[in-house]
């Protein structure tokens, strides 16, 4: 999940398990959201996106959950990989104004 | 060969002294943004333009000016640097045609004020 400070939370998974990465959004009006995947030395990489209309998206290994009645997001990574250690960043907006980011959480996924 | 390209990628610098990240893009976004990111805060924005002729402020614009020289090309400068501008600095651009809340980002620079 989102964390305030200094200190990303990590998630750490053996590889082959599949991962969920939560996060908490702030603006109950919020209509879109995007996660992205910064890996070490490169900026953030859209996975995938889910507008309010909808409670469920699916990707390629990734499927993003959102539950407006308590404002959380998730980000599902099926048959996790050593290439999907990073740190995932979810942001919402409102009516196409400007993202905001949450803080982060770092995948490290082990053999 | 990158879409968005920032340089430097890394710049050390002293208290006071002006400094410029550059920023170029071959996407052919007509919007462009600066962020700014922190650990543990993640990404702030800086300032934005929509067009060559369009500057907005962003959400910590105090100490940082912008120039959007051409469609390709928006700068960021820092005036007179502070220790507290250390961080890592990243240029986006988006696609309104598209969906202009998806950024494409660059691979950032790392700034260091001593």
């Known amino acids: 999940g989102e964390s305030v400070g200094l200190h990303l939370p990590t998630l750490s998974v053996q590889e082959g398990d599949n991962s969920i990465i939560n996060c908490a959004y702030s603006?109950?009006?919020?209509?879109?959201f995007i996660w992205y995947k910064q890996e070490s030395g490169k900026g953030p990489q859209f996975i995938i996106d889910i507008r309010s209309n909808m409670d469920k998206r699916q990707g390629q290994r990734v499927t993003v959950l959102l539950n407006k009645t308590v404002k959380h997001l998730s980000l599902q990574i099926a048959a996790t990989q050593p290439g999907d250690s990073a740190v995932y960043f979810c942001a919402e907006t409102y009516n196409t104004d400007k993202l905001i980011f949450g803080t982060g959480t770092r995948l490290q996924v082990f053999p | 060969d990158a879409d968005v390209t920032q340089t430097p990628r890394n710049r050390i610098t002293k208290t006071g002294k002006r400094i410029m990240l550059e920023c170029s893009q071959t996407k052919g976004h007509d919007r462009m943004y600066w962020y700014r990111q922190d650990p543990g805060l993640g990404l702030r924005l800086i300032y934005y333009s929509f067009d060559v002729k369009d500057i907005n402020k962003g959400e910590i614009s105090d100490g940082y000016s912008v120039s959007r020289q051409a469609q390709a090309k928006f700068s960021l400068s820092l005036e007179s640097a502070i220790p507290n501008q250390t961080a890592l600095y990243f240029c986006?651009?988006?696609?309104?045609?598209?969906?202009?809340?998806?950024?494409?980002f660059g691979s950032g620079t790392q700034l260091s004020v001593l």
């Open positions: 986006a651009t988006s696609d309104p045609e598209q969906s202009n809340e998806k950024l494409f």
């Open positions: 603006n109950s009006a919020s209509d879109y």
